[in-house]
């Protein structure tokens, strides 16, 4: 599910787990709900041992359900609904022992980045050494390849949204809304292009503003911003509902 909606909140705390070590209490960490959905895999690169490329994110909420996959590179993370205390489990093939979480990750919190740099006994290090995520070349330059292509396929889509059009957005796991169209273009501080719709119901997340930049100008919960993939344009009326078919 790509980018449902920016929600209004700057940071987020989650507890990340990962599937080689599920019996380890799991670690807090803070991330910007601003980034993107590869750069916050490559942050989860040092605290988990994962590769950007291969790993799986999963959300689930306080309560322990399962809410989604983060799935899309492309999307904001605070375009999924991730909300504090919730917790973020890391599938994937890791590179560390287990007992990486009574290590690095207890002293990356003590120590200055300055002061991590040095060291050559970290995951930075372990990951540098290795030729692992981000510090492997030939990795990232297909990660890059790939990223690429999707970003021409999302201009495709997005060619075909107008401003002013009636549209359907359709998320995964999320009910579906009906919209116009009021913003076709990219987002400041975020990769790729995105749909800003006003909503005919207040079942958005803002008022056409994002990180306190405007793109257009609605009421407030009836805004939202969505990926290309997600919209749907088309013939879509506002739905009326008769009241006298309600008790």
């Known amino acids: 599910m790509e980018g449902v909606h920016v ?3 700057d940071f987020i705390n989650v507890h990340i787990t990962k599937s080689d070590n599920e019996g380890v209490p799991p670690i ?3 991330f910007n709900k601003g980034i993107t959905v590869l750069d ?15 790993m799986k994110l999963k959300v689930y909420d306080n309560k322990n359900n399962f809410l989604c996959d983060i799935d899309n590179d492309t999307a904001l993370l605070g375009s999924y609904p991730i909300d504090d205390g919730m917790r973020i489990h890391v599938i994937d093939k890791f590179a560390l022992v287990q007992d990486f979480y009574d290590t690095d990750s207890a002293e990356r919190f003590k120590l200055s980045e300055e002061e991590y740099e040095k060291k050559s006994d970290t995951l930075r290090s372990f990951l540098q050494k290795n030729k692992l995520g981000k510090y492997n070349a030939e990795e990232m330059a297909k990660m890059k390849e790939q ?11 997005a060619e075909s949204v107008l401003v002013g059009a009636r549209c359907e957005v359709r998320v995964p796991s ?3 809304r009906r919209a116009t169209v009021r ?4 987002l400041e501080g975020t990769k790729g292009l995105w749909i800003g719709v006003q909503y005919d119901e207040p ?6 503003s994002v990180n306190g930049k405007r793109y257009f100008t609605c009421p407030p919960k009836y805004g939202g911003f969505v990926k290309p993939v997600y ?4 013939d879509f009326p506002e739905e009326s509902f008769d009241l006298e078919d309600e008790i």
């Open 7 to 9: 929600l209004t909140q």
């Open 28 to 30: 807090e960490r803070r």
């Open 40 to 54: 916050f895999k490559t942050k989860l690169e040092l605290v988990t041992g994962g590769t950007a490329s291969t």
């Open 147 to 157: 990223q690429e292509k999707e970003l021409e396929e999302e201009a495709k889509l």
């Open 174 to 176: 999320q009910p579906t």
């Open 183 to 186: 913003y076709n273009g990219p």
């Open 203 to 208: 079942r958005g997340k803002n008022d056409g």
């Open 231 to 234: 919209v749907t344009v088309g």
